[in-house]
């Protein structure tokens, strides 16, 4: 295997060349996004930069506290997101729902997959821990807020079938059924489809680094299979968590639908 090739400085600005083309693409047609381009350019270099100086720090200096509170911030910065990016009012109850799933499917995929499927020692080695964390926690968070947004949406377009349902005797899981399950297949299906083209129509990323940074192919091959296969599974951990326990906030003990 050659010797990675650094990119340098220089060569690294050369890239943001398609952000320029995409800014005058943007402008030159009207369509009135260049500042959000602009700002999402910005924070995401800023925001790697610091981390890359975080991570070589912290690759030097294992601890077993700096690795939970890293993992604490990933967590509560990714619910936050969650928060923020579906459209509709959350009730306290849902927000600890959501909150709750993300945390237990997250973890239980993060562990098994670090201490079963990879059987890092320690297991919080930051190398391993971090990335993966990232690539587990990321996924989930995007399930999730396609799960809630889902859910919330046909809790509510369905209010009248739901109630009907009730009215015949249907017990509460019975009337909101198929919006539950709605839910839970739109989360989950981004996954299942980006697992449908790997390999033939695109390399995805962490392969690719490994490949580029002299790692066997094979070698590659096997980490993005195991790592793929650990995202499904928070992401199933996650959603499955959140439409069954959530969908009961709608219902009161009378089994009552209650949507304001």
Request: with cysteine.
């Amino acid at each position: 295997m050659n010797d990675l090739i650094e990119i340098g400085f220089w060569r690294l600005s050369a890239a943001y060349f398609f952000v320029i083309v995409l800014l005058l693409i943007l402008r030159r047609f009207e369509i009135g996004k260049e500042k959000e381009v602009l700002l999402s350019t910005i924070r995401m270099t800023i925001q790697l930069v610091l981390v890359g100086y975080l991570l070589e720090y912290l690759f030097g200096h294992q601890n077993l506290l700096i690795t939970l509170l890293l993992l604490v911030i990933m967590l509560g910065f990714a619910i936050n997101n969650v928060f923020s990016r579906i459209k509709k009012r959350l009730k306290l109850e849902f927000k600890r729902v959501i909150s709750f799933s993300l945390i237990i499917g997250t973890c239980l995929s993060l562990f098994f997959f670090l201490l079963v499927v990879v059987g890092i020692r320690p297991w919080y080695e930051v190398r391993y821990f971090i990335p993966i964390a990232g690539m587990i926690i990321g996924n989930s968070m995007t399930g999730i807020t396609l799960g809630a947004e889902r859910l919330l949406d046909g809790m509510h377009s369905r209010k009248d079938v739901i109630e009907g349902a009730l009215m015949m005797g249907a017990k509460p899981y019975t009337a909101a059924k198929q919006v539950v399950i709605d839910a839970f297949t739109a989360a989950i299906l981004p996954t299942i489809n980006s697992m449908v083209g790997m390999g033939i129509v695109f390399l995805p990323g962490m392969m690719t680094g490994q490949i580029l940074s002299g790692i066997s192919p094979i070698t590659a091959i096997e980490y993005q299979i195991a790592i793929m296969l650990g995202i499904v599974g928070s992401v199933t951990f996650s959603v499955f968590l959140l439409v069954f326990l959530g969908y009961r906030l709608f219902f009161n003990e009378r089994c009552q639908l209650e949507i304001n």
